[in-house]
């Protein structure tokens, strides 16, 4: 039983320029949440995705947006690239409809981004 | 507003016991959780306990909680150099079922053989 998986693991971007980034949840979990953690922090909360809509936002610029397939997938998109930007990002599953309510999140190993 | 704090690091020698604090805001918090996060790796849940517990053990883990202090610890017994990690306090609210989870900074445990 596959995890989460994430693409790709490692990208290097100069400023200004977009980035997507792409996430499989765990067989059976229908959620998808984003999270970003800058070297020596722990992960921000950018958003999570249920029912191919946004359902929840961090505090995050426009910049960052995403998108969620039917098949569950996800997509972050991240405009006009900052070097503050650069960080890695995870992304983490869960299932609403068959959780036990804890709400646990399988993460992927995430998506190491520096941006130039 | 929701903020998760913890102390950055911890030392420890291998077989004793490491106690890992962590302190909430949320009072509406209904679960709590510890991630552990070894280098170049995502987050893999240790434990979680719910509200209205004061203590759960799970074989070398301890979680205990007070809510009126909003005070989480983790306590791993006869700890290992492969404990060596970054163990992470998360929190969720109880809007919805699928309340956003919190993370607080991340203590970075060292285990001296």
């Known amino acids: 039983d596959a995890g989460v998986t994430q693409s790709p693991t490692h990208l290097i971007k100069t400023r200004g320029q977009q980035v997507t980034l792409r996430c499989s949840p765990k067989?059976?979990?229908?959620?998808v949440s984003w999270y970003q953690q800058a070297l020596g922090q722990g992960p921000q909360f950018i958003f999570q995705?249920?029912?191919?809509?946004?359902?929840q936002r961090g505090n995050f610029p426009d910049r960052f947006s995403g998108h969620q397939f039917p098949n569950y997938s996800s997509e972050l998109n991240v405009n006009a690239l900052l070097l503050g930007d650069s960080a890695l990002y995870l992304c983490?599953?869960?299932?609403?409809?068959?959780?036990?309510?804890?709400?646990?999140?399988?993460f992927g190993a995430g998506s190491r981004l520096t941006v130039l | 507003g929701e903020d998760v704090e913890q102390s950055l690091f911890l030392s420890v020698r291998e077989g004793d016991s490491s106690v890992i604090n962590c302190t909430y805001t949320?009072?509406?918090?209904?679960?709590l959780y510890w991630y552990k996060q070894e280098p170049g790796a995502g987050l893999q849940l240790l434990t979680y306990?719910?509200?209205?517990?004061d203590m759960k053990q799970d074989q070398r883990l301890t979680v205990l909680l007070n809510k009126k202090d909003k005070h989480l610890s983790l306590r791993i017994a006869d700890t290992q150099t492969g404990d060596s990690a970054i163990y992470f306090c998360?929190?969720?609210?109880?809007?919805?079922?699928?309340?956003?989870?919190?993370f607080g900074p991340g203590t970075s445990l060292s285990v001296i053989p």
């Open positions: 983490a599953s869960s299932s609403v409809a068959g959780g036990s309510g804890a709400n646990v999140l399988t």
């Open positions: 067989s059976g979990h229908d959620t």
């Open positions: 995705y249920y029912e191919e809509e946004e359902r």
């Open positions: 949320d009072s509406s918090s209904t679960y």
């Open positions: 306990i719910f509200s209205n517990m």
């Open positions: 998360a929190e969720r609210g109880s809007k919805t079922s699928y309340d956003k989870v919190i």
